[in-house]
């Protein structure tokens, strides 16, 4: 089964620093409408932003974005952020959206125009408060 070998090449790649839910991650590697970006330094996998879409041909969600925590504060998120932005645009999208956690997250989309839509307290059992924000995309 192809969604099967193309998991075992994701999960052999992708450094447990970074594993997302296993449900999640099988959904959208099947998805056609799913787009990854990865930093990488030293031949290391260091970052990512994982983006989807699905109704809508004018709106791209980022599903996840995470660092690891030895190349936190060195612009990776942004770098990612905006790559991601760029892609978006080249493809049509008008709208960015996505949950980020109050903090780096949060701030680098903010710092980029995003929006707040509102704050989802306890967001999936973390005890964290995220925002869900939108942004035009320029």
Not at 13 to 32: M, N
Not at 72 to 96: N, Q, V
Request: one cysteine or more.
């Amino acid at each position: 089964m192809p969604g099967r070998r193309v998991l075992k090449q994701f999960e052999n790649l992708h450094p447990r620093l970074l594993q997302w839910d296993v449900d999640y991650k099988i959904a959208s590697l099947r998805s056609t409408k799913f787009k990854g970006f990865w930093a990488i330094e030293r031949k290391e996998w260091i970052g990512e932003i994982i983006l989807s879409w699905e109704n809508c041909d004018n709106i791209v969600h980022v599903d996840s974005i995470g660092v690891i925590e030895s190349a936190t504060g060195k612009g990776i998120g942004t770098s990612l952020t905006l790559r991601a932005l760029e892609w978006a645009k080249e493809k049509g999208f008008e709208y960015y959206t996505g949950y980020a956690r109050v903090g780096s997250s949060w701030n680098i989309v903010k710092r980029l125009g995003a929006k707040k839509i509102y704050d989802c307290k306890n967001w999936s059992g973390t005890g964290e408060t995220y925002v869900h924000f939108k942004l035009k995309i320029k």
